[in-house]
């Protein structure tokens, strides 16, 4: 009913930060058509681009498969049964998310010889990526109202009736939102894939610019690679239109009752075992027996200390210059939502769903053609960093935004103050401490990027991440721990944030 | 201190029209009540006089001088016109002082402005409290300090008390009318509880469907209300058809003296629930007794007319004498108010006072 004003200065910004989002698309796309068609159906019309989709999207369905089944059962026995232990089992079952998935790759070629192809990357990637489905169902479980599993109960339907027709219908937006993540994850995943030679899209991407500066060839293929993305994307703006969004009716937050798991506990208890074994430990191991000979190599230390001097400065550069494009976008969604505002929406989310391979390849074109001055600095590289992570910081400006209700605004004006006394007394101070959350979760996502920084770092500059790359293509195992023990040792903060924002770790309320 | 005037006001949001030209006069130093039911416009008006939106027509003057119509919107900063909204909106990061010192300058923030304000609302010495640290009713008294720091022309007050529950709802609302009228503020309270509008404005303003149906004292609004449906929105009525002749109508329920400018012919009378008296003795209609609805402090009679028409009676003791299914007497006090005739059936009124 109420109708915000219009904010053409806000909307200026958030089109022109948008824009700069999408330059590596738009380059994308330009460079792609200049080799004209005929190129490209050569390149496009062969048995290893159909091979490459076959496996690409295989790989995707199969790990995204697998983490629903894995995700799903493992929040319902953590929200919904007697498992003893619930609350660290919970922990347990999201912690794979610190462990970025060519840390894992690495730790698992480290330790069992010939671990390569197609199923060693499904095991890998699922055991990296089902926390993302875990996570926003076991929020949704507990969240969900009681109640109408209860009345479901009272008309008469059994308890596999009920968590059939009642409770998956309740978790399905979170289950979907979830496995779409996982399924772009695992198309966009350079790491895992390569250290694994599990040929895929953004291996064979990166091969063909690597080896033979190929660009017509990793042009098409990426092309391939973007449609493939937007297809899901769209399915995801299908399925979340159709599940609507199912709140609860009011009322008081009240746990549901918990399933009796009896003597099953115990085979439960050891698949969940089992899989954190697999998920945490062989990493854990792994790293843990190569840390020791990769700390003592001579001159090790100030390698490590020179990476991790770099892999600050680019991402406080890419944070910093992402912070700069989210702050008008993630307020006029805040403020402002409309057909418009949720356009920009979704072309800031399309370029982060795209592969890091192909924004760095597309940039690195962009900077070589059209942007010299800008080719082979850091800049290039917080550009990409932007285009990435742009999104995560819109979403963390908006919701700092609703710390601020326009109604408070309005009172304050209404006490003589003017708009611009408003933002500095009142506005600023509810949402910065959000806006720094923001920013320090890009700056850490930055941290462990990999396909991309590997592409645009200026010669010469290594960060964490490629130090890694380069030592565990060599089989220099031991060199290459630190640098993996460091980036584990980065992710944990925001996963440690993702896992206490779920509420996975919240006292229990006494029924 | 200022008198606000507002004319002709009209404002749309795209197809709807949320005031239909709006005439009020909000007289200086008066708490004046805008009652209606909800989607009526009232938050609109209110929001409108804030300076929050920008009017389509019409005019709002503040002691005479325009600050919104004719091509000018004074913004909201500039109007020196302070509100209170539903839930209080106190600034979560200040303190209840730096609250209600928000709107003050710095040299008066320094006096003892703030506490004097503090102490109107009846929390002196909560200066130093966060406002997470005061419960939902201090949140308010905390939110009409504020707005009346800086003295503004209007403090504006929108249904300030409805997410409280009802007992600390009467008492604070008395406060607040106590605090405006100590503080000589000129008030305008936004709501849609007749009961709240009746017992705390000095004048009474009815909207519906973005206009205004009347304004008056609470008491005219609710002795004299120009037709059936403001009847009934103030307060429980009784709507009989009646004849009139000589002033005086023939109705079921005897016949009475009326008030209110009719001509001879059919018309519709308003008799108030407690104008029914349940006499002891023949001298009166005889009714049965349908229900007893107890409220502790009265209790409401539902009775049926030897012709079948359904009446209420309100009854101060405790009704014993009155069982459901017994025959009484009843007869009317004072004089019935009487409206143009209208087709709608007395019972469906009271049905829909009752829900």
Partial sequence: MRRLAPRPALLAASTAAVAVALIPLAYLAVRTAEAGWDRIAAELWTERVGLLALRSIGLAAVVTTACVLLGVGTAFLVTRTDLPGRRVFAVLAALPLAVPTYIAAFAWVSTVPRWEGFWPAVLVLTLCSYPYVLLPVAAALRGADPAQEEVSRSLGRSGWQTFTAVTLRQIRPATAAGALLVALYVLSDFGAVSILRADTFTRAIFVAFDMGFDRTGALVLSCVLVALTVLLLTGETATRRRGARYSRLGGARRPASRLPLGPARWPVIAVLVGVAGLALGVPAVSLGRRLAAGVSRPGALAEVLAAAGNSLTVSLAGAALTMLLALPLGLLTARAPGPLTSLLDRLAYLAHALPGVVIGLSLIFFGINVAYPLYQTWWLLALAYATLFLPLAVGAVAGAAAQSPVGLEEVARSLGRGPWTVLRTVTLPLILPGIGAGAALVFLTGMKELPATLLLRPTGMDTLATELWTSTAVGAYAAAAPYAALLVAISALPTWLLVARSGLLDKEERA | ?355
């Fill in chain 2, 1 to 355: 201190m200022s008198e606000v005037v507002l004319s002709g006001v009209v404002k749309r949001y795209g197809q709807v029209t949320a005031l239909a030209g709006v005439d009020v006069t909000v007289p200086s130093g008066q708490l004046t009540a805008v009652l209606g039911p909800s989607g009526c416009g009232k938050t609109t008006l209110l929001r409108c006089l804030a300076g929050f939106e920008r009017i389509d027509a019409g005019e709002i003057l503040i002691d005479g001088s325009r600050v919104a119509g004719g091509g000018r919107h004074l913004p909201a900063h500039r109007r020196n016109i302070a509100v209170v909204p539903q839930e209080g909106a106190l600034f979560p990061h200040l303190s209840v002082a730096d609250n209600v010192g928000y709107g003050l300058d710095r040299a008066t923030r320094r006096s003892d402005r703030v506490e004097e304000v503090l102490t109107l609302v009846g929390l002196a010495g909560y200066g130093a409290r966060m406002p997470h640290q005061l419960s939902g009713g201090q949140q308010q008294r905390v939110a009409v300090a504020r707005a009346l720091a800086p003295r503004p022309s209007v403090v504006l007050l929108d249904e300030p008390f409805s997410a409280l529950d009802a007992g600390l709802r009467a008492g604070l609302r008395h406060d607040v009318r106590e605090a405006l009228r100590a503080d000589g503020a000129t008030g305008v309270l936004v709501t849609h509880d007749q009961g709240e509008a009746l017992s705390v404005a000095d004048k009474v303003v009815v909207l519906r469907d973005g206009r205004v149906i009347q304004a008056g004292a609470p008491t005219a609004v609710y002795r004299e209300p120009v037709d059936a449906w403001v009847a009934g929105f103030v307060g429980d009525a009784v709507l009989l058809p009646a004849v009139v002749e000589q002033g005086s109508a023939r109705t079921a329920l005897g016949v009475l003296p009326v008030t209110g400018p009719v001509t001879d012919g059919p018309v519709t009378v308003l008799v108030r629930p407690e104008q029914v008296r349940v006499v002891a003795g023949s001298a009166g209609v005889t009714a049965s007794v349908l229900r007893h609805d107890f409220h502790g402090h009265d209790a409401l009679i539902g009775l049926r007319l030897a012709d079948g028409t359904r009446i209420t009676a309100r009854i101060l003791d405790g009704g014993a004498a009155c069982p459901v299914g017994g025959q009484v007497t009843v007869h009317v006090d004072g004089p019935a108010r009487a409206f143009p005739a209208q087709t709608t059936s007395t019972t469906s009124v009271l049905v829909d006072l009752a829900a």
